[in-house]
T-cell receptor, first 116, second 108 residues
């Protein structure tokens, strides 16, 4: 079974530039998550989708971050303009169950962003 | 969200059992207790989860206290590949909120 695919794996940009990350969840998984992990910390949930609807985006900095999940499958996370503090690994995860599921999340390998 | 307390780090020797503790005294009655681990330069990986009863799978065992205020992840024979950060997470509804976890070092 194919896992969660993310690209690019690495990205280096200058501050105030824009960047986009792509995620392809496991086939059939209804729920998709984007997490931000700053070095030395645990992952922080940015946004959660159930199919193509947003369930929780309370920790997404909406002045610069945006995310969409077209047709309830692939998702993109965009940062515009980037700040130095956005340097982090952006992790995508998916799960089979709906919002009240107790099952496991499957994570991709992440996209490492460095903002200079 | 329920708060968790885990040791910052633990050390073990290869092929010995490891008991990773977690306190979650504010957990609600319906929160499942999830454990994930994160190997260096990889995304987190599911280990095990449970509600009230102890649970076993091919990776580990989960022992849950009767009052559910604490739990222990048990690796029966640690290997070098088990060196990782281990996260204990009470799953509140749909949310999986990570703390800092426990960094497990396995000595050869």
């Amino acid at each position: 079974e194919a896992g969660v695919a993310q690209s690019p794996r690495y990205k280096i940009i200058e501050k105030r530039q824009s960047v986009a990350f792509w995620c392809n969840p496991i086939s059939g998984h209804a729920t998709l998550y984007w997490y931000q992990q700053i070095l030395g910390q645990g992952p922080k949930l940015l946004i959660q989708f159930q199919n193509n609807g947003v369930v929780d985006d309370s920790q997404l900095p909406k002045d610069r971050f945006s995310a969409e999940r077209l047709k309830g499958v692939d998702s993109t996370l965009k940062i515009q303009p980037a700040k130095l503090e956005d340097s982090a690994v952006y992790l995508c995860a998916s799960s089979l169950e709906g919002t009240r599921g107790t099952g496991e999340l499957f994570f991709g390998e992440g996209s490492r962003l460095t903002v200079l | 969200d329920a708060k968790t307390t885990q040791p910052n780090s633990m050390e073990s020797n290869e092929e010995e059992p490891v008991h990773l503790p977690c306190n979650h005294s504010t957990i609600s009655g319906t929160d499942y207790i999830h454990w994930y681990r994160q190997l260096p330069s990889q995304g987190p990986e599911y280990v095990i989860h449970g509600l009230t009863s102890n649970v076993n799978n091919r990776m580990a065992s989960l022992a849950i206290a009767e009052d559910r205020k604490s739990s222990t992840l048990i690796l029966h024979r640690a290997t070098l590949r088990d060196a990782a950060v281990y996260y204990c997470i009470p799953r509140s509804n749909y949310k999986l909120t990570f703390g800092k976890g426990t960094l497990l070092t396995v000595n050869p």
